[in-house]
């Protein structure tokens, strides 16, 4: 697929994890919009969590973000985390279709001694310059998941 039709919305959630006998909740969310094979909107959110008290709760920023998912094919690196909180939050939307970087990545460069998002992104020469941030980082992670996504030509 040629860059100039890809249309996608890639995203990243960072999550409070499972530790401690935890529910492993979203605290951010990082979007990256690609239209026409180049990122044209970023986004994040902070949603209320033991780790971000200050913030309202995911569900009451929901219309904010929504438009941004619905409707979309939606691209994520190992989309498993974003694919089960989004089905968690809304069981009855059809979200996606998805495309996972990562087995794209698998699939086309066999043999990579990583496939961790930041090695592949290292590699390739895709690695964002966000000042401030970093990997890890919702944000900086939905923009090199979507620079990753324009090279790999997907979502196929």
């Avoid at 966000?130 to 620079?147: K, M, P, Q, S």
């Amino acid at each position: 697929m040629p860059p100039q039709s890809l249309n996608f919305t890639a995203l990243d959630f960072e999550t409070t994890g499972y530790e401690g006998g935890g529910t492993n909740d979203p605290w951010q969310l990082g979007i990256a919009v690609v239209e026409n094979g180049r990122i044209v909107e970023t986004r994040e959110w902070f949603f209320g969590t033991v780790l971000t008290p200050d913030c309202e709760p995911m569900l009451a920023q929901w219309d904010e973000f929504f438009p941004y998912l619905s409707g979309k094919p939606l691209v994520a690196h190992n989309i498993a985390t974003e694919r089960t909180i989004l089905r968690r939050f809304a069981p009855l939307t059809p979200w996606g279709p998805w495309t996972d970087t990562l087995k794209v990545a698998k699939a086309r460069y066999r043999g990579l001694e990583s496939y961790a998002l930041g090695d592949i992104c290292d590699l390739f020469a895709l690695t964002p310059a966000i000042e401030g941030r970093t990997w890890h980082d919702a944000l900086y992670d939905a923009v090199a998941c979507a620079n990753l996504a324009i090279f790999l030509g997907v979502p196929e």
